[in-house]
């Protein structure tokens, strides 16, 4: 997935730039369903989950997007510090 480079008036915010649907995408091919489900327990990651439903979900409940958003930084975190292993 591409990653736009951070604009000067949030260089160091690493979701500027990205959008929900972008994130969810990310974490569903990063996770799969089933674990992303289980790593953040809401219906629309648990029951028939769609990219579609599950931003439909996000766009209206703000405590979930950070959830979301706070995976997602988790997940960078992990891939760097992963890349970085000899």
């Known amino acids: 997935m591409p990653e736009t480079p951070p604009s ?4 160091r915010n690493p979701l500027h730039g990205l ?6 995408t990310a974490l569903a091919e990063g996770y799969g369903w089933h674990e992303l489900g289980h790593l953040i327990p809401i219906r629309c990651f648990q029951d028939n989950p769609s990219v579609k439903s599950s931003l ?3 766009r209206k409940t703000p405590w979930a997007r950070e959830k979301v958003e706070s995976l997602y930084l988790f997940m960078l975190r992990e891939q760097r510090r992963d ?3 000899p």
């Open 83 to 85: 890349s970085r292993r």
């Open 19 to 24: 959008t929900l649907e972008a994130i969810v």
């Open 8 to 11: 000067p008036e949030q260089p």
């Open 56 to 58: 439909t979900f996000l």
